[in-house]
Nanobody
Framework: QVQLVESGGDSVQAGGSLRLSCAASGAISSSYCMGWFRQAPGKQREGVAQIVRGSSTTFHVDSVKGRFTISQDIAKNTVYLQMNSLKPEDTAMYYC????????????????????WGQGTQVTVSS
């Protein structure tokens, strides 16, 4: 079992920055893909960024490239999402997820982690 706890969500103005954290615990190994997703009201949940645990190789969707960066601190078992130049359309509940998978499937974005989920943290961006 893997437990994920997100934090760092807040209300900010457009152009601002936030850093989300996802603290992981349990039986999580280097074969895990860690990802950030978001879901805005009335919309489907969408993947934002992914990282292979223990690696610096990452995947970001086009809509956040150049603004968001996923990273991790293995010693702290924590994955981060640094969000800069925030826009009102970034407003959503942000979720952390994890799943064991082949590394290339994670960093290519061809597969998304969906087995374990956190409870989410709210990000609100005002114009």
């Amino acid at each position: 079992q893997v437990q994920l706890v997100e934090s760092g969500g807040d209300s900010v103005q457009a152009g601002g920055s936030l850093r989300l954290s996802c603290a992981a615990s349990g039986a999580i190994s280097s074969s895990y893909c860690m990802g950030w997703f978001r879901q805005a009201p009335g919309k489907q949940r969408e993947g934002v960024a992914q990282i292979v645990r223990g690696s610096s190789t990452t995947f970001h969707v086009d809509s956040v490239k150049g603004r968001f960066t996923i990273s991790q601190d293995i010693a702290k078992n924590t994955v981060y999402l640094q969000m800069n130049s925030l826009k009102p359309e970034d407003t959503a509940m942000y979720y952390c997820a994890a799943e064991e998978m082949i590394a290339w499937a994670c960093y290519s974005g061809s597969q998304t982690p969906t087995k374990y989920w956190g409870q989410g943290t709210q990000v609100t961006v005002s114009s």
